[in-house]
């Protein structure tokens, strides 16, 4: 027994101790040192095999090197979870030339007509800004930039092969060869890294404030489409309030005691809950098509306001999604250029033979399966409602349906990626499209089916409100914990396992001295980063891909020299060359001195999970939406639970964003893209539910008390019909777009055409009658020449083409070009 008891406490003590490391060696992540600036981090994914992870990162480098000799490489080891991670850097000029690849629209000249286009490399001094290297693109942009860069990297004529020791990767003519190094587990994450200084002001202004979001801010930080999601939740969080207090008012006022006995009394409560019941669905037909139409107005302003007003194009203008396999190279029959190409018919057969009837039947099974639920459920409460023992197995049927929907819901999500990736889509836009209509015909039916079967098929307004509400809340409660609570936890224990296995080897007070030196560190550079800030405080800037300090210094800098002399495009961009930092050795093998290992930010986001689209967040708030649009005249204090749930929802998903995932890569959008069409066609259901619960209403039955099946029918489609028309007539009343919008638009172009026909003038008078004369011309040496010989320089160079990445492929030649042709800033 003496043995056993010193056994139990030495096993105590020694969890004790490890305890204590443990929450010690976790400090190290959380006083992780600030990482150098790269635009971009490439994350090589763990491997036993030390031989193979240098071999795979020795290769990819190689691959960049051919493909994209400008970018800057820098190969660091992470401690954290033993790995190579690639570091890269565009110069001013590679991102020039990118941001045309990306069609990144940025502002002109006031003298050369304004506002705002895609950008040009040739035309570069038409834009303004364009000098300030550090302030013209936003970091977002110079990750984008590099981004397509590296997912446009493709396999040559005759394909590439990566041999490993314990396997071979081959990469057909035309596949894009990071993805494909990420779809076979070599590559594991593609990140852009935080701005901490930038993201620790934002969280204080969105996060833990209850002023309106800084929307602007979440623009430049997170991309458009991050912030078009915030923007429209903001706005749908707005709307609410109207069926909030008309619910709240109607709730108190008629109690909504429903009738679902003939037998039942008919008193004067019961009258005023019919005529709410009755009003309050009239009421959510015209807020929803007032709402719907609100936003679009709004929407537009956003992007007129961002620059993507403008931005949709036809999909032969955009570049294939690096996901996308083609069978063989064929040019593409706008821009000709290189790229890869799928039969049609290929798309028609996957989408008609495979995807569809799999779909289809998802859907029918998973309705099926709701219905045998609910007959179990009604024997159940047949059979044991009155048992006090087993009162229980009347809960059981509800329980697993509730499993079953979340078990399905994510069995279904990889189903339809898999489809999705099958049926090989060529752009984003398309592949994004395709996979909400996937989702969303799954989840309307796992979050409606069971109220449409109440509703129409039971008729049991009682059990419906029931239903509604405990839908309604569960759901709302469990998602934000699942959004937030969970990933956070979830995210901070698994750093602190990996610091703590990282310092497993160091004894009790080497780790305890390495911590304290450590914190120490970042505690006096804390220090050192506030204190000239002091003055300033409340200045930050997305303009600038370095540290805030540098950044100050270098924007002082490039003021004085600014007033001293002019900078032309050809002085930065030798800077940028005389800057230019040689590549560390390659590989940079595992250090040896691990016994004062120190954590970077960088090493920490890279083992972050992954946002890469606020799909999950659109989807949520499109069921939330469903639920008070179609039935919320049963519980009018539905739009009440969703109002206080966004309002929380907000903070919840800034949250998400700042602290639990990787930075995303935000897209350019003008819109809510497919969700608008989802938004309206769910508009449209919810005049037809509300008319059809209308019609089977006790006003209803109150007025019209011998009223036949095919007489309530009718009533119905004659509601129906006067409403579609009454939504029809206010679509057609409120435009889409604002007026000014409109004007500023038409002013612009304006301007553009006569800035052009001043510069058309302009050349007539500079072009001499002899070509000889033309020959002889002189050219300028640098981008910022005046505007007559920019343009006498591109007729001469007419047939010259934007560089791409598919152009550095073998298996396209370009035509010879005279000495004459070249590029002035090349």
């Not at 078990?407 to 999500?413: E, L, N, V, W």
């Not at 109002?643 to 929802?649: A, G």
Request: aromatic share 12%.
């Amino acid at each position: 027994m003496a043995t056993l008891h010193n056994k139990v406490g030495a096993i105590i003590q020694d969890g004790i101790v490890e305890g204590q490391r443990f929450a010690l060696s976790s400090d190290l992540w959380r006083y992780a040192s600030t990482s150098t600036h790269c635009d971009l981090l490439i994350t090589m994914a763990f491997s036993n095999d030390d031989v193979e992870n240098k071999q795979s990162v020795m290769w990819l480098v190689q691959q960049m090197k051919e493909h994209e000799p400008n970018l800057r490489v820098e190969i660091r080891y992470h401690r954290l979870n033993s790995c190579y991670a690639i570091y890269l850097t565009a110069d001013y000029k590679s991102l020039l030339k990118g941001a045309e690849l990306c069609h990144i629209k940025k502002a002109i000249k006031s003298k050369f007509g304004g506002g705002m286009r895609d950008f040009s490399f040739e035309e570069a001094q038409f834009f303004a800004g364009v000098e300030g290297k550090n302030t013209f693109l936003s970091p977002m942009e110079r990750t984008l930039i590099v981004k397509q860069m590296v997912d446009m990297m493709r396999a040559g004529k005759g394909g590439l092969t990566l041999k490993l020791p314990r396997r071979t990767i081959s990469f057909t003519e035309g596949t894009a060869i990071v993805p494909r190094l990420q779809s076979t587990n070599v590559v594991q994450h593609v990140s852009a890294l935080h701005n901490t200084e930038f993201l620790k002001h934002l969280q204080q202004k969105w996060v833990t404030s209850i002023e309106a979001q800084p929307i602007d801010q979440i623009k430049d930080y997170f991309g458009t489409e991050i912030a078009m999601y915030f923007a429209w939740l903001g706005h749908l969080t707005t709307a609410l309030w109207f069926p909030s207090l008309l619910g709240i008012v109607m709730w108190f006022l008629g109690g909504f005691k429903y009738k679902n006995n003939p037998g039942d009394k008919q008193d004067l409560y019961q009258l005023i809950s019919d005529i709410c019941f009755v009003l309050f669905a009239f009421f959510n037909c015209i807020w929803s098509t007032i709402y719907l139409e609100w936003w679009k107005r709004v929407q537009a302003e956003l992007a007129f306001k961002w620059g993507t007003y403008d931005a949709t194009q036809d999909s032969y203008l955009q570049d294939p999604r690096p996901a996308f396999q083609g069978d063989y190279l064929a040019p593409n029959p706008v821009s000709g250029r290189m790229e890869p190409f799928y039969p049609a018919w290929k798309h028609i057969v996957v989408r008609y033979v495979i995807t569809y009837p799999i779909t289809f039947l998802c859907v029918v099974g998973m309705f099926v399966a709701m219905l045998a639920v609910f007959t179990v459920q009604d024997l159940a409460d047949f059979y044991f409602s009155d048992s006090f023992f087993f009162h229980w197995i009347c809960y059981l049927p509800m329980i697993v349906y509730a499993l079953m929907i979340v078990i399905s819901d994510k069995i279904y999500r990889r189903l339809a990626l898999i489809l999705n990736d099958w049926e090989n889509y060529r752009t984003d836009d398309e592949y994004e499209d395709f996979l909400i209509t996937k989702i969303v015909l799954f989840q309307f039916v796992t979050a409606f089916g069971s109220l449409f079967y109440i509703a129409f098929v039971l008729r049991d307004m009682k059990r419906l409100q029931e239903t509604l509400a405990t839908l309604l809340i569960t759901r709302q409660v469990t998602q934000n914990i699942m959004e937030t609570v969970v990933p956070f936890m979830i995210e901070k224990l698994k750093l602190s396992s990996l610091t703590y296995k990282m310092t497993r080897s160091m004894s009790d007070g080497s780790l305890r001295r390495h911590v304290e030196n450590v914190r120490n560190k970042r505690q006096s550079s804390v220090e050192q980063e506030e204190s000239p800030r002091t003055p300033r405080e409340g200045l930050f800037t997305l303009g600038s891909p370095v540290s805030p300090e540098g950044q100050e210094v270098r924007q002082r800098k490039g003021l004085e020299t600014e007033k001293e002399q002019p900078r032309t495009l050809s002085s930065i961009f030798r800077e940028d060359f005389s800057l230019k930092t040689e590549r560390l050795p390659l590989p940079e093998f595992k250090p040896s001195h691990d016994s004062n290992p120190e954590l970077t930010q960088a090493e920490l986001e890279s083992v972050m999970s992954v946002y890469a689209r606020p799909l999950d967040d659109f989807l949520e708030m499109f069921i939330q939406f469903g639920y008070v649009l179609l039935f919320s005249p049963a519980f009018p204090l539905a739009a009440v639970c969703a109002l206080i749930n966004n309002l929380i929802e907000i903070r919840v998903d800034a949250f998400k964003l700042c602290n639990t995932v990787q930075r995303p890569f935000g897209r350019r959008v003008k819109d809510i893209g497919a969700w608008q069409k989802a938004m309206e066609l769910l508009g449209i259901l919810g005049v037809m539910v509300n008319c059809v619960l209308i019609g089977q209403s006790g006003l209803v039955q109150r007025i019209w008390p011998e009223l036949s099946w095919g007489g309530q029918i009718l009533i119905i489609v004659v509601l129906e019909h006067v409403i579609l028309a009454i939504k029809m007539i206010i679509d057609i009343l409120v435009p889409d777009v604002p007026h000014w919008v409109r004007i500023e638009t038409a002013k612009q172009e304006h301007f553009r055409r006569e800035a052009f026909k001043r510069e058309s003038r302009l050349l007539s008078h500079t072009q001499t009658p002899s070509s000889e004369q033309q020959n002889n011309q002189p050219e300028p040496s640098t981008p910022d020449a005046g505007p007559r010989f920019n343009r006498l320089d591109q007729l001469n160079r007419s047939k010259r083409r934007s560089i791409t990445p598919m152009v550095r492929l073998s298996s396209f030649t370009r035509k010879p070009r005279k000495d004459s042709d070249d590029n002035c800033i090349d």
